[in-house]
Protein backbone atom coordinates (compact mmCIF):
# COMPACT_ATOMS: atom_id res chain seq x y z
CA UNK A 1 0.00 0.00 0.00
CA UNK A 2 1.45 3.36 -0.93
CA UNK A 3 2.53 5.38 1.46
CA UNK A 4 1.74 8.91 1.26
CA UNK A 5 2.78 11.51 4.18
CA UNK A 6 4.77 14.80 4.34
CA UNK A 7 7.41 14.37 4.80
CA UNK A 8 8.10 11.69 3.62
CA UNK A 9 10.54 8.77 4.65
CA UNK A 10 10.27 7.01 1.08
CA UNK A 11 11.98 7.56 -2.22
CA UNK A 12 9.19 8.33 -5.15
CA UNK A 13 9.32 6.96 -8.37
CA UNK A 14 7.20 7.52 -11.33
CA UNK A 15 7.43 6.25 -14.75
CA UNK A 16 5.94 7.33 -17.41
CA UNK A 17 5.02 5.54 -20.35
CA UNK A 18 3.56 7.27 -23.69
CA UNK A 19 2.25 4.37 -26.10
CA UNK A 20 0.16 4.58 -29.02
CA UNK A 21 -3.75 3.59 -27.76
CA UNK A 22 -3.89 0.54 -29.57
CA UNK A 23 -0.82 -0.74 -27.84
CA UNK A 24 -1.90 0.03 -24.00
CA UNK A 25 -3.34 -3.12 -22.70
CA UNK A 26 -0.24 -5.12 -24.18
CA UNK A 27 2.16 -2.65 -22.34
CA UNK A 28 0.38 -3.55 -19.12
CA UNK A 29 0.09 -7.20 -19.80
CA UNK A 30 4.42 -6.68 -20.24
CA UNK A 31 4.47 -4.53 -17.63
CA UNK A 32 2.62 -6.11 -14.78
CA UNK A 33 5.32 -9.44 -14.50
CA UNK A 34 8.17 -7.35 -13.90
CA UNK A 35 6.66 -6.11 -10.75
CA UNK A 36 6.55 -9.25 -8.26
CA UNK A 37 10.60 -8.97 -9.06
CA UNK A 38 10.80 -5.29 -7.72
CA UNK A 39 8.89 -6.42 -5.00
CA UNK A 40 11.11 -8.82 -3.95
CA UNK A 41 14.28 -6.56 -3.90
CA UNK A 42 15.40 -5.08 -0.83
CA UNK A 43 13.85 -1.89 0.05
CA UNK A 44 10.90 -2.02 -1.96
CA UNK A 45 7.74 -0.17 -0.79
CA UNK A 46 4.81 -0.45 -2.85
CA UNK A 47 3.93 -0.20 -6.40
CA UNK A 48 0.78 0.87 -8.04
CA UNK A 49 0.10 1.17 -12.18
CA UNK A 50 -2.16 4.12 -13.80
CA UNK A 51 -3.56 3.96 -17.01
CA UNK A 52 -4.74 6.91 -18.69
CA UNK A 53 -8.53 6.95 -20.49
CA UNK A 54 -7.05 8.35 -23.65
CA UNK A 55 -5.10 4.94 -23.77
CA UNK A 56 -2.08 6.72 -24.27
CA UNK A 57 -0.07 6.46 -20.89
CA UNK A 58 0.52 4.44 -18.58
CA UNK A 59 2.13 5.88 -15.12
CA UNK A 60 4.12 3.49 -12.54
CA UNK A 61 3.99 5.01 -8.63
CA UNK A 62 6.89 3.33 -7.41
CA UNK A 63 7.96 3.44 -3.98
CA UNK A 64 11.35 2.65 -2.14
CA UNK A 65 12.94 3.44 1.38
CA UNK A 66 15.72 5.13 -0.59
CA UNK A 67 16.71 6.09 -4.31
CA UNK A 68 19.55 4.07 -3.54
CA UNK A 69 17.61 0.43 -3.31
CA UNK A 70 15.45 1.69 -6.67
CA UNK A 71 18.63 1.82 -8.36
CA UNK A 72 20.37 -1.54 -6.73
CA UNK A 73 17.48 -3.16 -8.13
CA UNK A 74 17.73 -1.94 -11.70
CA UNK A 75 21.38 -3.47 -11.65
CA UNK A 76 20.56 -6.59 -9.98
CA UNK A 77 20.45 -9.53 -12.04
CA UNK A 78 17.19 -10.44 -10.95
CA UNK A 79 16.34 -7.88 -12.91
CA UNK A 80 17.85 -9.83 -16.25
CA UNK A 81 14.41 -12.38 -15.99
CA UNK A 82 12.75 -13.26 -19.16
CA UNK A 83 10.03 -10.95 -18.12
CA UNK A 84 11.94 -8.03 -18.01
CA UNK A 85 13.70 -8.35 -21.38
CA UNK A 86 10.61 -8.80 -22.41
CA UNK A 87 9.06 -5.90 -21.21
CA UNK A 88 11.96 -4.29 -22.31
CA UNK A 89 11.65 -5.48 -25.91
CA UNK A 90 8.24 -4.47 -25.88
CA UNK A 91 9.18 -1.28 -25.42
CA UNK A 92 11.53 -0.82 -28.28
CA UNK A 93 9.19 -2.27 -30.60
CA UNK A 94 6.19 -0.45 -29.56
CA UNK A 95 8.60 2.85 -29.92
CA UNK A 96 7.28 3.33 -26.05
CA UNK A 97 8.35 6.69 -24.75
CA UNK A 98 9.66 6.18 -21.24
CA UNK A 99 10.36 8.88 -18.49
CA UNK A 100 11.85 7.62 -14.89
CA UNK A 101 12.11 10.98 -12.78
CA UNK A 102 12.44 10.89 -8.57
CA UNK A 103 9.99 12.91 -6.53
CA UNK A 104 9.75 13.88 -3.24
CA UNK A 105 6.14 14.32 -1.40
CA UNK A 106 6.05 18.33 -0.71
CA UNK A 107 2.16 18.59 -0.04
CA UNK A 108 -0.45 15.76 1.34
CA UNK A 109 -4.24 16.45 1.96
CA UNK A 110 -6.78 14.10 2.87
CA UNK A 111 -10.57 14.64 3.79
Request: hydrophobic share 50%.
Amino acid sequence: MPKISQPSDVATVMVSLTVEPAHQDALIAAALPVVPIMAKQPGFVSASMHKSTDGKRVVQYLQWDSVASHEACLASPDFRTNEAIAFMGFLEANNVQMDVQVFDVVDVTEA
